[in-house]
């Protein structure tokens, strides 16, 4: 068993740090979080014993929408609003990708994800296969959610053979039904992925109310914005989740809440293509859980959670002209708690015994961190990747003090990486 002493440990609410010591079992488990009595910790028998001498932990940033493999694309495609963004420059490179491409670009993404301390990420792309194996050579934890469209006559029943196949597979792994838009699915898709969540008795995810346009179009074809079509049909009849929602009616919102359906905000990347600003304040008042994202490097362009957390709540405030409207606190949570919920990991939302050790800790002696007056404001508000010291999965170091445990050399990775993307430009 580990013990990591003199800590200042994140509360489950994310409203304060406490001085304590996590303790952490072989199965990567967390088996004591505080301080412990006198006759406790003489009992205790531990394999590593480690002094991080007043350095913050809190759980890992859980990425609650992502394509990881979307690195590729990184400032490729600049200064587009979202449809001729997606149909002239995004669409035509990915017709080109092959499994192997998916693999080592999601290999790069991990890294930056560690580096950044995020410990799962909820992708949604394309080569499943090839996304698990880099997630599991990686030590990472991830979860995929399905991108049904109408152009794929079979992509419902690729669908259902991903959910049943990863489905269990491994415990660092988790699979959620879902489809990419309204806008590229149609009527027969929806229905039939609302069968199969039925079926499974599951929720069902997918892209929602990220533009205006995208509202608009879909009250012209059928009558309804996207969150009513997809209620009236069924698809969140055991909850799920909508990526973006930055144009929720207050109808939608009724519906969402009613339905327990997760909503995941993608800060940047709807500035940087001019979708616009979620009401995520109003989320929270009305008590609908949601979660934060990155969205894909693409549109973003890193994969920063301490940036869209920071931009989470700061965004409210002058949506609103209400310094108060979203707490820092509640950006944290659905940063490194409610993402976890929506992927699938429950046991992965605190540092409270009989969570996943996922973790990362924070350099307590950083200029910027510093005075500590009120840790968790300072957290949002002025942290950065910079103050990641390590990053732990499931007990496991993947990243500390600047190098990566991962099962392969970073250059590697970077140089495959890079070679990939440069065959997929000659090939346009």
């Known amino acids: 068993m580990k013990r990591l002493y003199h ?7 994310c409203t304060r740090f406490s001085d304590g010591e996590l303790w952490i079992d072989e199965d990567g488990v967390i088996v004591f979080c505080g301080v412990p009595t006198e006759s406790r ?12 001498g007043g350095d913050y932990v809190i759980p890992g940033f859980k990425n609650a929408h992502t394509h990881s493999a979307m690195v590729f694309l990184r400032s490729r495609a600049e200064n587009t609003q979202l449809w001729p963004w997606l149909s002239t420059q995004i669409f035509p490179r990915e017709d080109k990708l092959t499994d192997e491409d998916i693999y080592w670009f999601t290999r790069l993404a991990i890294l930056e994800y560690l580096q950044n301390g995020v410990t799962a990420a909820f992708d949604m792309y394309f080569h499943a296969n090839a996304f698990y194996d880099a997630c599991i050579d990686s030590g990472f934890r ?26 269990g597979k491994h415990p660092r792994f988790a699979v959620q039904l879902g489809f990419h838009a309204e806008y590229t699915a149609n009527p027969d898709l929806l229905k039939e992925l609302s069968k199969l969540a039925e079926y499974h008795k ?24 996207p969150t009513e079509l997809f209620s009236d049909l069924g698809l ?9 929602g930055v144009y929720l009616s207050d109808h939608d919102l009724d519906l969402i809440h009613a339905a327990g359906v997760t909503l995941v905000t993608c800060p940047c990347s709807n500035l940087k293509l001019a979708s616009g600003i979620a009401r995520v ?34 965004l409210q405030k002058v949506r609103t002209m209400d310094p108060a409207a979203l707490k820092a606190s509640d950006a944290l949570r659905a940063a490194v708690s409610v993402g976890a919920r929506t992927m699938g990991f429950p046991d992965c939302v605190s540092l409270d015994a009989g969570n996943q050790a996922d973790f990362m800790i924070l350099d307590s002696r950083a ?34 003090d600047g190098e990566f445990f991962v099962g392969e050399n970073p250059e590697t990775i970077r140089a495959q990486a890079a070679a990939r993307a440069e065959r997929i430009e000659s090939e346009l």
């Open 367 to 400: 200029p910027n961190l510093n005075p500590p007056i009120s840790p968790v404001e300072t957290l949002v508000y002025a942290a950065s990747p910079r103050n990641v010291k390590e990053t732990v999965i499931a007990g496991r170091t993947l990243y500390r």
């Open 41 to 52: 910790l003489a009992a205790a028998r531990f394999t590593e014993t480690r002094d991080l």
């Open 236 to 244: 969140y009849r055991y909850g799920g989740g909508a990526f973006h």
């Open 281 to 314: 304040s109003e989320w929270a008042k009305r008590s609908i859980p949601f979660a934060i994202g990155t969205d894909g490097a693409a549109s973003n362009n890193a994969l920063d959670m301490f940036r869209e957390t920071h931009l989470c709540t700061v």
């Open 7 to 13: 800590a200042k440990l994140l509360s489950a609410d």
């Open 142 to 167: 991830a979860a995929l959610c399905g991108s049904a469209t109408a152009d794929d006559k079979e992509s419902v029943a690729k669908l259902a053979a991903l959910y049943e196949t990863y489905s």
């Open 202 to 225: 599951t929720g069902v995810f997918m892209h929602s109310s990220e533009t205006q346009n995208e509202v608009n179009d879909c009250l012209s074809r059928h009558g309804k914005t």
